[in-house]
């Protein structure tokens, strides 16, 4: 070889790093973000409106994906319009993304897994993954679904209903609204337990996913002494429309999203959806360095939160004892 063939191939090696330095640098990941229910308008820009949304583009963002420059966001939401959740999945995974991320529930994932069986889906809402089939076990999902357990377990329930005896003494007859294949399962039994231990009665109050008008007729005729949420896709999708019921009927409630509390509901006990959203962007960051979803364990919540809305209990006539302010995470004024 002559020297300078040598000389050149040297010079082409050391630069060998650097363009592929500078070709890592500028890889452009697409990630798809699906809600079911939240408008897109609050899922915009570097810092959404929607709180789960802004806790998710922040940890991306800490990570160092940014958007416009190695991150494409594909935002897609139903916006409370459950029967387009299964042409905007085959649209959204049309887009070829590296990973979607859902918020909905197995509701959603399902959908996109009818859809796909290889883009990464990671879920930092479920509420029973195992159980509705979405993936094998928590510990090895064994499939493209991966993430977080929202719902803590029906041992909570009876928590959320000792603190709204807490805060309302008074209240004996309890409305429950969900669904009524909530009403059977294992969280509202756990709920009706604890009301018997309590000395209150629990009163199924029915909704059909976006129909509330006779739920909301029968507890004007009923009138319960307060409110209990049950966990679902709907009702935090319907979250202003049934806070406003409360404080149009000057109804004490307990819910599971604090976002019904924000929304002006008295209070809420559940896991901290910030936190989880956080997180997740932990995970779409393993997927795309190469982690499989199928080997990443799916998570229960470490933290829970109790949000008080000190301005609703003074437009309820209601005094919040001091014992309960001082455990709760957040204070409204």
């Known amino acids: 070889m002559q020297r300078r063939e040598l000389i050149a191939l040297l010079g082409g090696a050391a630069a060998w790093p650097l363009a592929a330095g500078a070709q890592e640098a500028t890889t452009v990941h697409r990630v798809g973000w699906f809600f079911s229910s939240v408008p897109l308008t609050e899922m915009e820009g570097p810092d959404p409106i929607d709180p789960v949304g802004r806790a998710l583009v922040r940890g991306l963002r800490d990570l160092g994906y940014i958007e416009g420059k190695n991150l494409v966001l594909e935002r897609r939401s139903a916006e409370g319009k459950f029967e387009r ?60 679904v991966t993430g ?32 009524k294949d909530v009403w059977e399962g294992p969280a509202a039994q756990a709920v009706r337990d604890a009301a018997g231990m309590l000395g209150m009665t629990l009163i199924h109050v029915e909704h059909t996913p976006n129909h509330y008008v006779g739920a909301f007729a029968q507890m004007r005729r009923d009138r319960p002494d307060a409110l209990y949420l049950a966990y679902h896709p709907s009702n935090y999708a319907n979250r202003q ?59 229960r919540p470490t933290k829970l939160e109790l949000v008080i809305n000190l301005k609703t209990a003074k437009a309820l006539g209601l005094t919040v004892p001091a014992t309960l302010l001082t455990l709760a995470d957040e204070v409204i004024e």
């Open 85 to 144: 959740i299964d042409g905007i999945a085959t649209e959204l995974v049309s887009r070829k993304p590296d990973v979607i991320v859902t918020g909905g529930g197995e509701f959603l994932a399902r959908a996109l897994q009818r859809v796909t069986k290889s883009v990464p889906i990671v879920s930092p809402s479920g509420y029973d993954p195992v159980g509705s089939g979405l993936v094998a076990s928590l510990a090895r999902p064994g499939g493209n």
């Open 148 to 179: 977080f357990v929202e719902y803590p377990g029906p041992e909570f329930e009876a928590k959320r209903l000792q603190l709204l005896k807490e805060a309302v003494p008074t209240a004996i007859r309890i409305a429950f609204l969900g669904m």
């Open 241 to 299: 429309l049934i806070a406003d019921f409360g404080i149009e009927q000057r109804m004490p409630g307990i819910y599971p999203y604090r976002q019904v509390v924000l929304a002006g509901g008295l209070m809420c006990y559940g896991a901290s959806q910030t936190d989880l959203w956080r997180r997740t962007a932990g995970l779409v960051d393993k997927i795309l360095k190469g982690a499989k979803p199928a080997d990443i364990p799916i998570e």
